[in-house]
Each structure stands twice: as C-alpha cells, then as structure tokens.
C-alpha cells in the first residue's frame, strides 16, 4: 500500500497564505524527489514545484517562484508546500508525486511513480 495523501487546502482570500501536506504512506520518501503539481479548472495540470530526496534542490515554476516554499522533513515522510501572497489564480486542486531516484526536479508528470490524490484550494474574495 503505496500511498500519498494531501491535506491542507481550503478557502483564502487574495494575499493569505496556506501550508500544504503531503504525507506518504507504506514507504519512505528520503529516496525520492516529490513534485507539487495543480490543475485548474478546465486546464491541463501544471508543475508546481519539486524538491529532491536530499532537500538540497528545488524548483519552482516562474508563476509561484517568490511565493511558495517547499519543504520536507523525512523523519515524517511529509513534504509541505508553503503558499503566500496567493492569487485567484492560484485556485486549482493541488497534487503531490514522487519520483525514485530522480534528483533532477523537472516536474515532468510522466516521470512520476506515485500520485496523491489532491486537495482543492480556492483563492477568492
């Protein structure tokens, strides 16, 4: 039993802040790159950020860099993503993903061995 499982979303207003979870299940993450990714209401799912199994790498997409953080503790086989200043656009259900091995934080969906299974965020005044 492989699983990811997401908490943390709600509803916000423009410009607060969420902490997002991700907490593995019947595996340990320290070997794997987790991959924040969201989907919008009819668009395409979207990399959001990546951090590697290390911590010592991450990348963020151009459209939340400046305003959300990623982070992991391995102790608790949870990675968060902290999002500030958020935007109406920022709405989406948001995903975590691992990747065995993949050190490289490309945030490529098909590359991802392990999907959670979201949380929803809604940004609005």
């Known amino acids: 039993q492989l699983q990811l499982v997401e908490s943390g979303g709600g509803l916000v207003q423009p410009g607060g802040s969420l902490r997002l979870s991700c907490e593995a299940s019947g595996f340990s993450l320290d070997y794997y790159d987790i991959g924040w990714f969201r989907q919008a209401p009819g668009k395409e799912r979207e990399g959001v950020s990546c951090?590697?199994?290390?911590?010592?790498?991450?990348n963020y997409a151009d459209s939340v860099k400046g305003r959300f953080t990623i982070s992991r503790d391995n102790a608790k086989n949870t990675v968060y993503l902290q999002m500030n200043s958020l935007k109406p656009e920022d709405t989406a259900v948001y995903y975590c993903a691992a990747q065995l091995f993949g050190e490289m934080c490309l945030m490529s969906i098909r590359d991802m061995n392990y999907w959670g299974g979201g949380t929803l965020v809604t940004v609005s005044s």
């Open positions: 951090i590697s199994g290390s911590g010592g790498r991450t």
